[in-house]
């Protein structure tokens, strides 16, 4: 089995500010890394991922992720947050090599950006 | 594109009543996933679809829990009767259908959130 740890509920920063949002994993066996926003009242959307390849992968609106396989992390990172990027953020991880792809996430960490 | 659509938005019920939520994927996508999403938590996979077949309900509470896709496309999930920790958001997300070694991006809808009093 996967799980998710996202190792901060609640992330407040100043607008213009850089931001990392950290997660770390655990699995038996080689996994598919996501990230998701979800902005109030809508449902999830996909940010990044990463299935293979460069470790670095970057995603929508500014936001780039690395994975770190000795660490078994996937933080999320943006050089510079805006005020709109106020939300919740979910990281997840899907097994490799399964046939259904389902999706395990973390408790989520909310990203709240001050002017 | 239309993207995914589920109905109603919100739902307010006493416990041990009966609710049911309703789905419509993006056309053509094979793969339909149910999540409930509590308060303060992640989304947890309920169900999964592989065009009318089950392929994963492992988390679904079957003494009070049911889905259904019947010819594909639309799915119907239904609780009776409510508790109340079933309280929650309620995501339905589609999918093209995974490709041999390759998840496809899920795509959700704007979920329905049930309060049960």
């Known amino acids: 089995a996967q799980s998710v740890t996202q190792l901060d509920s609640q992330v407040p920063v100043f607008e213009e500010a850089p931001v990392e949002l950290r997660c770390n994993y655990s699995?038996?066996?080689?996994?598919?890394l996501f990230w998701y926003v979800q902005y109030p009242n809508q449902g999830l959307q996909l940010l990044l991922k990463?299935?293979?390849?460069?470790?670095l992968v970057k995603g929508i609106n500014g936001f780039e992720a690395e994975f770190n396989k000795s660490q078994t992390s996937f933080h999320l990172r943006k050089p510079s947050v805006h005020i709109s990027d106020t939300a919740e953020y979910f990281c997840?991880?899907?097994?490799?090599?399964?046939?259904?792809?389902?999706?395990?996430f973390g408790k989520g960490t909310l990203l709240t950006v001050n002017p | 594109e239309a993207g995914v659509a589920q109905s109603p938005r919100y739902k307010i019920i006493e416990k041990r009543q009966s609710v049911a939520f309703w789905c419509n994927p993006i056309?053509?996508?094979?793969?339909l996933y149910w999540y409930q999403q509590i308060l303060g938590q992640g989304p947890k996979l309920l169900i999964q679809?592989?065009?009318?077949?089950?392929?994963?309900d492992s988390q679904l509470p079957k003494d009070r829990f049911s889905a259904e896709r019947l010819k594909g496309v639309d799915s119907t999930l239904k609780i009776q009767p409510a508790k109340l920790e079933d309280s929650a958001v309620y995501l339905c997300?589609?999918?093209?259908?995974?490709?041999?070694?390759?998840?496809?991006?899920?795509?959700f809808g704007p979920g329905t959130r049930l309060t049960v009093l």
């Open positions: 056309s053509g996508h094979a793969t």
């Open positions: 990463y299935l293979s390849g460069s470790t």
């Open positions: 699995s038996s066996v080689s996994v598919y």
């Open positions: 997300a589609s999918s093209l259908g995974g490709l041999a070694g390759a998840p496809n991006e899920q795509f």
């Open positions: 679809f592989q065009n009318n077949g089950v392929v994963d």
């Open positions: 997840a991880v899907s097994r490799r090599g399964g046939s259904n792809y389902k999706l395990t």
